[in-house]
């Protein structure tokens, strides 16, 4: 079966790095890509496993020989999906998690939109947002205005989604993206080696009602 790349995007405390523990909880074959950053490494995050940070000379490396999927600059960062991480999905036959901003989103279902299901996290509204971004209390002041700023806009990008999920209730969320991961598994094109095998067993089978 071939995978697909799960696009999950939302404004900065949106919710959707708690959201995306839960589902790979409950989904355990699925790969998870892990992105380049420049920002720096935050309490608690471990080089490789929630990104790959790196400086900016080698960013711009990265760029220009060509090695990224998608990049952007989120928030006066850079951010980046490697092309060796999406290539992991090729090889792997397994979906694969890509949780990244808007812009970085956009260029991926424009290069690849037939391998692409694509989901938006809305937060329920501002106020919830904002308390969300203040409780997490990873950004200074103004790290935080730029962030709650950039949501604005960032919001409204909701419409270049195939599917949105609103982040009111952890459980009841998760479980929507859940079903959408499953749901996108049964879909035809997706199981035509399966069907084609149980195809082949009536095949074999049609001789006994010849001539009934
Ligand atoms: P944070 O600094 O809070 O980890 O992430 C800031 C924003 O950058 C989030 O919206 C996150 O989804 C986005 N982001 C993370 N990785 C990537 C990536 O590889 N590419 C793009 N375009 N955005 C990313």
């Known amino acids: 079966m071939q995978g697909k790349l799960i696009i999950i995007s939302s404004p900065s405390g949106g919710g959707k790095g708690t959201l995306i523990r839960e589902v790979r909880a409950c989904l355990p074959d699925l790969g998870f890509s892990v992105s380049h950053t420049t920002r720096g490494q935050r309490f608690g995050e471990e080089d490789g496993r929630e990104y790959f940070f790196t400086d900016k000379d080698e960013f711009e490396r990265m760029i220009a020989a060509g090695e990224f999927l998608e990049y952007a600059e989120v928030h006066g960062n850079l951010y980046g999906t490697s092309l060796e991480e999406s290539r992991k999905v090729a090889k792997s036959g397994k979906d694969l998690i890509v949780e990244i901003d808007v812009q970085g989103a956009l260029q991926i279902l424009e290069k690849l939109p037939g391998d692409c299901v694509s989901i938006f996290i809305l937060p329920p509204s501002f106020d919830v947002l904002e308390a969300r971004l203040t409780a997490r209390g990873t950004e200074g002041d103004a790290e935080l205005r730029t962030r709650l700023k950039n949501a604005f806009n960032e919001v409204l990008q909701y419409s270049k989604f195939q599917y949105v999920v609103i982040n009111e209730d ?43």
Request: hydrophobic content about 35%; overall charge positive.
């Open 170 to 212: 952890l459980p009841a969320a998760t479980r929507q993206i859940v079903s959408i991961i499953c749901a996108e598994r049964q879909c035809r094109d997706r199981q035509e080696a399966a069907i084609k095998g149980i195809l082949d067993s009536f095949d074999a089978s049609k001789h006994r009602f010849n001539g009934d």
